[in-house]
T-cell receptor, first 113, second 113 residues
Framework: QKEVEQDPGPLSVPEGAIVSLNCTYS??????FMWYRQYSRKGPELLMY????GNKEDGRFTAQVDKSSKYISLFIRDSQPSDSATYLC?????????????FGKGTHLIIQP | GAGVSQTPSNKVTEKGKYVELRCDPI?????LYWYRQSLGQGPEFLIY????????DSGLPNDRFFAVRPEGSVSTLKIQRTERGDSAVYLC???????????FGEGSRLTVL
């Protein structure tokens, strides 16, 4: 079993829908949780960064972390075709990249116009 | 440049050959990371440099892989005796320090025939 599990999709939803993406993990030492967006043939770019349990909101994006269940989520409201991309969750024990981020496989999201 | 620059963007080589991949980080970023992303997978950590020294090389898969950063800026990932299983996108990232946000380049796509 991999340390981080993420459904690869594809997940296809109509424009304007609320999108829910999630990851589960097994390493209870993870303290820092990130969501990256990766367009085709591009590098990942950081969307959301959360420390420990709780919620964080940034515009149309909300990240949730439930450490007791080892479960993290990313919600996208009012989804747009430009949100079509692969979304990667990532985690680390000490923050930043010093101990190496552990990524999920990524979920391929398609927003239909 | 404004972002992390990686060259070449594409490299096709034959099994057994030697390959070098170059990364030019964002100016002023002291931390530099190499990740490998196989098809349909998330990035996997390879090595982390703080300044000129490799602070963590625990992700390098075997002794055919080696990376250097002699002057604390540009880094080169070197792969000897390439194998077909080395085919992947090699991503470089940099950050202001070990706790900072990672900025990824677009990657070098390596294909070993």
């Amino acid at each position: 079993q991999k340390e981080v599990e993420q459904d690869p999709g594809p997940l296809s939803v109509p424009e304007g829908a609320i999108v829910s993406l999630n990851c589960t993990y097994s390493n209870s030492a993870f303290q820092y949780f990130m969501w990256y967006r990766q367009y085709s043939r591009k590098g990942p770019e950081l969307l959301m960064y959360t420390y420990s349990s709780g919620n964080k909101e940034d515009g149309r994006f909300t990240a949730q972390v439930d450490k007791s269940s080892k479960y993290i989520s990313l919600f996208i409201r009012d989804s747009q075709p430009s949100d079509s991309a692969t979304y990667l969750c990532a985690m680390s024990e000490s923050g930043g990249g010093a101990d190496g981020l552990t990524f999920g496989k990524g979920t391929h999201l398609i927003i239909q116009p | 440049g404004a972002g992390v620059s990686q060259t070449p963007s594409n490299k096709v080589t034959e099994k057994g050959k030697y390959v070098e991949l170059r990364c030019d980080p964002i100016s002023g970023h002291t931390a530099l990371y190499w990740y490998r992303q196989s098809l349909g997978q998330g990035p996997e950590f390879l090595i982390y440099f703080q300044g000129t020294g490799a602070a963590d090389d625990s992700g390098l898969p075997n002794d055919r892989f080696f990376a250097v950063r002699p002057e604390g800026s540009v880094s080169t990932l070197k792969i000897q005796r390439t194998e077909r299983g080395d085919s992947a996108v090699y991503l470089c990232a940099s950050s202001l320090g070990p706790a900072g946000e990672l900025f990824f380049g677009e990657g070098s796509r390596l294909t070993v025939l």
